[in-house]
């Protein structure tokens, strides 16, 4: 018998694991049903468009007026005393980032069916969090990495001289690979993200994507037109998946205004209360 109830216990955990992770899935895929979504879209691509035409012309201002000659004012590459920037770069990496990511949505689906004191509505609202911010950084990576490829821009350097109008379109090749910053990209979409849902978190959020980028000027991996190309990025896909979420009335809600604001969810407090209650003795 207790073998029995074992092999009961592991098939309705499997169950479990499954239909929360398929319900998950499942609510970014159906239609959308937010009924001022029209407004929030409107609303939406003013602000991108009027981003992009700002940032656009500062990216062409750097790259003919500032980027050769911020090279300059940068140490030699290989430089002992960055060894500090060269771990805090790391922290901008977009697989070290979609893989913690996709590390917590797989141990929310894990631990989900276990802790059954915890309510079903609690788990799904984290999980849906942790989805927005995965895709919101996904989406802007995948851009990023495409427009690296077709642009072919040069890293500092490469060529012998610092030039940043040295172009290999569609030559995939690291040493093209400087436009836009795919650590910048990566940062930002996080920060934009986290703030998105957690407006507390701003300010630090801020904080991490300026050190991002200021660490991948300080190694000349990039241009300063690469970064903010790269920021630009992060923000517009950031801002497109959480159009997508709010569509859909999952972790945003939209104003008449179309302004789209997050709905209220687990909080970083709820949660440890809640996980401390589930594990106590």
């Known amino acids: 018998m207790a073998a029995?109830?074992?092999?009961?216990?592991?098939?309705?955990?499997?169950?479990?694991?499954?239909?929360?992770?398929?319900?998950?899935?499942?609510?970014?895929?159906?239609?959308?049903?937010?009924?001022?979504?029209?407004?929030?879209?409107?609303?939406?691509?003013?602000?991108?468009?009027?981003?992009?035409?700002?940032?656009?012309i500062?990216?062409?201002?750097?790259?003919?007026?500032?980027?050769?000659q911020e090279i300059d004012m940068m140490p030699s590459r290989g430089t002992p005393a960055l060894w500090p920037v060269r771990i805090?770069?790391?922290?901008?990496?977009?697989?070290?980032?979609l893989g913690t990511l996709a590390g917590l949505l797989i141990a929310v689906a894990i631990?989900?069916?276990?802790?059954?004191?915890?309510?079903?509505?609690?788990?799904?609202?984290?999980?849906?969090?942790?989805?927005?911010?995965?895709?919101?950084?996904?989406?802007?990576?995948?851009?990023?990495?495409?427009?690296?490829?077709?642009?072919?821009?040069?890293?500092?350097?490469?060529?012998?001289?610092?030039?940043?109008f040295n172009f290999s379109h569609f030559s995939g090749t690291e040493a093209y690979?400087?436009?836009?910053?795919?650590?910048?990209?990566?940062?930002v979409a996080l920060a934009f993200a986290v703030s998105a849902i957690w407006p507390q978190a701003r300010t630090a959020m801020i904080a991490y994507a300026l050190v991002i980028a200021a660490s991948r000027l300080l190694l000349l991996a990039h241009h300063p037109s690469d970064v903010v190309a790269g920021a630009l990025i992060g923000i517009t896909g950031a801002m497109a998946v959480r159009y997508w979420f709010a569509a859909?009335?999952?972790?945003?809600?939209?104003?008449?205004?179309?302004?789209?604001?997050?709905?209220?969810?687990?909080?970083?407090?709820r949660l440890k209360r809640v996980a401390g209650g589930a594990f106590a003795p």
């Open 4 to 56: 029995r109830s074992g092999t009961d216990g592991s098939a309705n955990y499997v169950a479990g694991f499954f239909a929360l992770a398929s319900a998950s899935f499942a609510q970014l895929l159906r239609a959308p049903s937010h009924s001022r979504r029209a407004e929030a879209a409107r609303r939406s691509a003013r602000h991108a468009v009027l981003l992009m035409a700002i940032v656009g």
């Open 58 to 68: 500062a990216i062409i201002a750097l790259m003919y007026a500032f980027d050769a």
């Open 88 to 97: 805090l770069t790391d922290f901008g990496k977009d697989e070290y980032v």
């Open 111 to 164: 631990v989900a069916p276990v802790l059954r004191t915890i309510p079903r509505s609690l788990l799904l609202g984290l999980g849906t969090r942790l989805q927005f911010l995965f895709f919101a950084v996904l989406l802007s990576v995948l851009t990023g990495e495409l427009i690296k490829w077709i642009v072919g821009r040069g890293r500092p350097f490469v060529g012998g001289k610092a030039n940043p």
């Open 177 to 187: 690979s400087s436009f836009p910053s795919g650590h910048s990209t990566t940062a």
């Open 248 to 269: 859909r009335r999952l972790g945003f809600a939209i104003h008449r205004d179309g302004a789209i604001v997050p709905l209220a969810g687990p909080s970083p407090g």
